[in-house]
């Protein structure tokens, strides 16, 4: 209580200490990871393999399989499933691509590897020496349904309505300048023009000499090459579909259009090779337009240590430096609504913190007081940011409601103390005794609700498996600013008390001694407990 009495009786000090504490917090603020939602254990994990373009199905088959006996072996691996054809970063069909999804065991079954990252880094290392393609380990997104991988995701777009050739060299232009900034741990694309294609090309002036309409030989081709839908028919109980399409053997290489024939007008059979003949060519298997531009889809994931949001800004900045005019970017899936988020918890946080006050103005009938309530939160924010420092956790989501809910409960501690000390004012008792007297008084019910709540949290901290990291930024975070806002707030309080009702007084001051003796009476005999 000397300590408290000195702090009180030199007034300055005490402002002097919180302005520190306040530059503090604003500093930690301001160098924390800014994240959205961590990555958590889902149990599963998910690789996809990329061989050269034009591989045969055959060949990404066996590759997968090659992969497979590698996670057969590993220990942490419980199951895996494997798809060939599949680009699951594009989400689209594909020969030279397969895609597997791998569950791992329990937490307390996967032998030295347990984390989540760990996992992926074995994995990682042990599919490195498979040289017949490139193979990308990906954990999954928490949220589903807003990208296939985790990490952030954006859309290169070409304005100049330039070749594709010149977007996929800035495209790879572009990601070697990101896998050089040391936030990002992988960036890639899974656009490539360089996929072997045939290209039609037709004789129209000739086709139409011979009565054939373009219509009429790109049905033909569609029916041999890429499949018709015929009909539908039910037999033996069962619904059958009727595809027509030539048999694989007649439809394998360029040879086989010699031997497809198109009916003209006059229903003679004419050669197909008569007006059409196939031109290998390269091209993307896919393209992409975002906004009615030309589009290529960047994927990447931020390093170990760093967060989202400094990936993001990372992309920010080369971007800014390194594209090339004519040339810029949009945010897509998980990373545009971490963006349009971002922004919206100092909003939240700014509207709570206006809400208290104009409860606690209602409540003390003054604009004034709730101050000394207000000001007291920054002891428990700077604890806030300082605990999740030293345990590397990223300003999260999960820590940002952790501060929502720490303005009410430190909010509660301050109210208790103010409270008390202005009923023990109003019952006539001197301005430096009443806040000492609250002080002492209200200290046991502070320190017994709130290391109450903070025992209560330390089986979060130790959480492990699915959600972990959820529960180590919300207990972790709100843990530390409750123990340093009980601590500091026990000092910082009553001095905030003595400012600001000193000011109230000052403002709304009773003009004589009567008036004063009769407002302190009506406090005392409106107050019971102020007897005792």
Not at 288 to 308: D, E
Not at 350 to 360: A, H, K, P, R
Not at 372 to 380: C, E, W
Not at 447 to 453: I, N, Q, R, V, Y
């Given at each position: ?5 000195f ?5 300055w ?43 045969s ?20 691996v ?27 065991k ?11 990252q ?79 294609q ?28 890429g499949s ?52 290998r ?36 900045e ?22 349009a ?30 101050w ?9 924010i700077l ?6 420092n ?5 300003n ?33 008792m ?5 806040a ?49 806002g ?22 709304k001051?009773p ?9 302190a009476?009506?406090a ?9």
């Open positions: 209580m000397g300590s408290l009495r702090l009180i009786q030199n007034k000090v005490g402002l002097s200490g919180l302005a520190l504490v306040t530059a503090l917090t604003v500093f930690l603020m301001r160098t924390t990871p800014t994240g959205f939602i961590p990555s958590e254990d889902q149990g599963f994990i998910a690789y996809s393999l990329k061989l050269p373009a034009g591989a199905l055959q060949r990404t088959q066996k590759v997968a399989d090659k992969i497979e006996g590698i996670l057969h072996k590993t220990q942490a419980e199951q895996h499933i494997e798809i060939s054809g599949f680009n699951m970063i594009a989400n689209s069909a594909s020969p030279s691509y397969a895609a597997g999804f791998v569950k791992m329990p937490y307390e079954e996967r032998g030295a590897v347990k984390e989540l760990q996992v992926v880094d074995t994995v990682s290392r042990q599919v490195a020496g498979v040289e017949e393609g490139r193979v990308d380990v990906f954990t999954m997104p928490t949220v589903p349904g807003f990208s296939n991988v985790d990490g952030f995701e954006l859309l290169l777009q070409d304005r100049t309505g330039g070749k594709l050739d010149k977007l996929s060299a800035t495209a790879n232009a572009f990601i070697e300048e990101l896998q050089k900034r040391p936030e990002i741990a992988a960036a890639f694309t899974t656009f490539d023009t360089q996929t072997p045939f290209e039609l090309e037709l004789d129209v002036k000739k086709a139409k000499q011979l009565g054939i309409s373009t219509n009429d030989i790109l049905q033909t081709m569609q029916v041999y090459y018709s839908f015929a009909s539908d028919f039910n037999r033996f109980g069962k619904f059958y579909r009727v595809i027509a399409q030539a048999d694989a053997p007649y439809r394998a290489d360029p040879a086989s259009l010699n031997s497809i024939y198109v009916k003209n007008s006059v229903g003679q059979m004419v050669p197909m090779t008569t007006v059409a003949r196939l031109k060519v390269y091209g993307p298997e896919a393209i992409t337009r975002n906004n009615l531009f030309t589009s290529v889809a960047i994927n990447g994931q931020a390093k170990p240590g760093y967060s989202t949001g400094d990936a993001i800004r990372a992309v920010e080369v971007a800014k430096t390194k594209l090339p005019v004519g040339y810029t970017y949009e945010w897509t899936g998980m990373t545009r609504e971490e963006i988020a971002g922004g919206q918890s100092s909003l939240i946080f700014g509207l709570s913190l206006v809400f208290v006050y104009f409860l606690l103005a209602a409540q003390y009938e003054s604009y004034v007081l709730p000394a309530v207000l000001l007291s939160i920054p002891t428990g604890g806030v940011f300082l605990f999740i030293l345990a590397g956790i990223d999260n989501i999960y820590v940002q409601v952790g501060l929502i809910m720490l303005i009410g409960l430190l909010a509660k501690n301050a109210i208790l103390i103010v409270e008390y000390a202005t009923q023990r004012r109003q019952a006539g001197g301005l430096l005794a009443s000492l007297d609250a002080a002492r008084l209200r200290l046991r019910p502070i320190l017994m609700t709130s290391f109450a709540f903070i025992v209560g949290l330390i089986p979060l901290m130790g959480a492990t498996g699915a959600s972990a990291k959820g529960n180590h930024s919300i207990s972790i975070g709100t843990a530390g600013g409750m123990l340093t009980v601590l500091l707030g026990l000092f910082i309080i009553p001095v905030l008390f003595v400012i600001f009702q000193g000011i109230q007084e000052k403002i001051r003009k004589t001694p009567e008036e004063r003796k009769a407002l009476e009506e005392f005999a409106s107050h019971p407990i102020t007897r005792n």
